[in-house]
């Protein structure tokens, strides 16, 4: 009953995007799967890892990734014993590693489908801004990310990343 109920969600959400990539609506690895709705003009590229490390990417319509100046990303982590919330801060503390002059802050209001649990932040320094969030699935942790050039462009696009968010349930695979 279950595995109709996925078949019937993978449907639904793939018979309204015209815009992503034949087959793009459902991405699954060996044991994690997650099913979104790409936003409304935008392009999506499933299995995205071979080039970006990303299982998922997506650009506005009519631009290429390359020079999108907005992009979204999602990444796949793998889930230890640990919470949402000690994931988060580890990655957190990594991507302050590498950008010393970042500035995160927790930014509420962006729900999350399939009841999914997820923290949000945005994220800023002299040349990106982001909208970062850590999601949890049944047996992995996503990262799903949008960048832009500027702050007026992230805010320009706030609701393509909240449709983003309210459409990504996360699922586990039974070999």
């Avoid at 060996?30 to 409304?40: E, G, T």
């Avoid at 392009?43 to 990303?54: D, F, K, L, P, V």
């Avoid at 449709?163 to 996360?170: E, M």
């Amino acid at each position: 009953m279950k595995w109709l109920l996925v078949v019937l969600l993978a449907l639904s959400v793939t018979a309204g995007r015209a815009e992503a990539e034949p087959g793009c609506g459902i991405v699954f690895g060996s044991d994690w799967a997650f099913a979104f709705s790409s936003p409304a003009q935008w392009t999506a590229q499933c299995r995205a890892e071979a080039t970006s490390g990303a299982a998922l990417r997506l650009w506005p319509r009519e631009t290429t990734f390359a020079d999108a100046p907005v992009a979204m990303s999602v990444t796949v982590r793998e889930k230890n014993s640990r919470s949402l919330a000690l994931f988060a801060a580890d990655e957190q503390q990594r991507f302050r590693s590498d950008k010393p002059k970042v500035t995160v802050r927790f930014e509420p209001g962006f729900p999350v489908g399939g009841g999914a649990a997820g923290l949000v932040f945005r994220a800023t320094d002299e040349r990106n801004h982001e909208f970062m969030a850590y999601l949890e699935g049944p047996t992995r942790f996503f990262v799903v990310v949008m960048s832009a050039r500027t702050a007026e462009l992230l805010e320009a696009h706030r609701a393509d990343f909240k449709s983003l968010l309210n459409s990504f349930v996360p699922m586990k695979v039974k070999s």
